[in-house]
């Protein structure tokens, strides 16, 4: 039984961790979604690696790989409220698989956390950087 799993470090995990409350309460009312290159991707590690994670502005895992390619999973919803305060997680592709997908797992606090969704995005900074020329135009 082959079992391929990834521990993720990020230097503070939560983007709320530099956020005012103030800022925290603006962006929750206004959630833009993320643009999908491809729905139900599949991340092989054969020949990529994960540089690190975040949580998303929806509470979805960002994930950063080889070539600023970006991933988003969408976890259960009992993981989802400590997500933004990790600062590393584990990634468990399952027996005999080294590539992530949806039937992947991540591991929060030493909770199995099944992802329910895993797609591919455009770069999620992008589009934060391209709101407010569209609100101006």
């Known amino acids: 039984m082959k079992r391929f799993a990834v521990i993720i470090a990020a230097g503070c995990a939560a983007s709320a961790c530099a956020t ?3 800022e925290q309460a603006a962006q929750a009312e206004v959630v833009r ?3 999908i290159v491809e729905a139900n991707a599949s991340l092989p590690f054969s020949n990529t690696t994960v ?3 975040r949580s998303g502005r929806d509470g979805s895992l960002l994930i950063e790989a ?3 390619r970006w991933y ?5 919803a009992g993981c989802r409220n400590d997500l933004p305060w ?4 584990a990634l468990d592709t399952g027996p005999g698989s080294d590539t992530l997908d949806k039937f992947a797992t991540a591991i929060i606090d030493g909770r199995r956390c099944q ?5 591919r995005i455009a770069d999620p900074d992008a589009d934060i950087a391209a709101a407010p020329a569209e609100a101006g135009g």
């Open 20 to 22: 005012a409350p103030q």
């Open 33 to 35: 979604p993320y643009d």
């Open 51 to 53: 540089h690190g994670f």
């Open 66 to 68: 080889t070539r600023d």
């Open 72 to 76: 988003r999973a969408e976890l259960t």
């Open 86 to 89: 990790e600062f590393s997680i």
């Open 115 to 119: 992802l329910v969704t895993f797609d």
